[in-house]
């Protein structure tokens, strides 16, 4: 299994950036998968989620911004970020999970290398 994160990089408030995760390994389409990102200090959070049912599940700080989705031809999972703002600066990872019994995204041993995203003028 390997998860490859890419579509990082330096863009000015307001902006939009499309983080991809290329999958292999695995098919997306069957998994339950999420984006996560980390912030220097500050711990790891879940940024969405998607289920193999197609569920999606947003941290309260996306605020309708984001949208995760699959591209299935391409075996990826995709996060579209608009309305980026200085604290969405993180390194961004995908990982490969599960959904619990109360329909919350844990995550599991596969993770992406991560991308970079800054957010600055």
């Known amino acids: 299994v390997q998860l490859q994160a890419s579509g990082g990089g330096l863009v000015q408030p307001g902006g939009s950036l499309r983080l991809s995760c290329a999958a292999s390994?695995?098919?997306?389409?069957?998994?339950?998968m999420g984006w996560y990102r980390q912030a220097p200090g500050r711990e790891r959070e879940l940024v969405a989620s998607?289920?193999?049912?197609?569920?999606?599940n947003y941290g309260d700080f996306v605020k309708g911004r984001f949208a995760i989705s699959q591209d299935n031809a391409k075996n990826t999972l995709i996060l579209q970020m608009n309305s980026l703002e200085p604290e969405d600066t993180a390194v961004y990872s995908c990982?490969?999970?599960?959904?619990?019994?109360?329909?919350?995204?844990?995550?599991?041993?596969?993770w992406g290398q991560g991308t970079q995203v800054t957010v600055s003028s």
């Open positions: 998607m289920s193999k049912s197609g569920a999606k």
């Open positions: 990982n490969r999970g599960g959904i619990d019994w109360r329909g919350r995204y844990y995550s599991g041993v596969d």
């Open positions: 390994g695995f098919t997306v389409a069957r998994a339950s």
